[in-house]
Nanobody
Framework: RVHLVESGGGSVQSGESLRLSCAAS????????MAWFRQAPWKEREGVAS????????YYDDSVKGRFTLSQDNAKNTVYLKMNSLKPEDTAMYYC?????????????????WGQGTQVTVSS
């Protein structure tokens, strides 16, 4: 079975940084994509960043471009989301997602597997 486990969330002040991790297990697709989504209270789940693991191609939502960096460690089956210059607007539950095939960004419906989420809270 496929399992995704996020970690690294927490509470920080505006302008500070966090790094989220997503460890994947049981994911054996030869072609795969992984992504980070977030969902704030009373908001829809939105895509933050994604990567096509085979090539390393990344996508970032405009709201985080230049501040967040997605990276991968294929040997550890882990992806990371380095979040710099955090703003209160970044406060949300952050979810890791995975799917087979090359996705350009990708929507919620395109991802097959999901982690349990990790909370990020940014205070002003």
């Amino acid at each position: 079975r496929v399992h995704l486990v996020e970690s690294g969330g927490g509470s920080v002040q505006s302008g500070e940084s966090l790094r989220l991790s997503c460890a994947a297990s049981g994911f054996t697709y030869s072609s795969k994509s992984m992504a980070w989504f977030r969902q704030a209270p009373w908001k829809e789940r939105e895509g933050v960043a994604s990567i096509y693991s085979n090539s390393g191609h990344t996508y970032y939502d405009d709201s985080v471009k230049g501040r967040f960096t997605l990276s991968q460690d294929n040997a550890k089956n882990t992806v990371y989301l380095k979040m710099n210059s955090l703003k209160p607007e970044d406060t949300a539950m952050y979810y890791c997602a995975a799917a087979g095939g090359p996705l350009l960004g990708g929507t919620v419906s395109e991802y097959t597997y999901w982690g349990q989420g990790t909370q990020v809270t940014v205070s002003s």
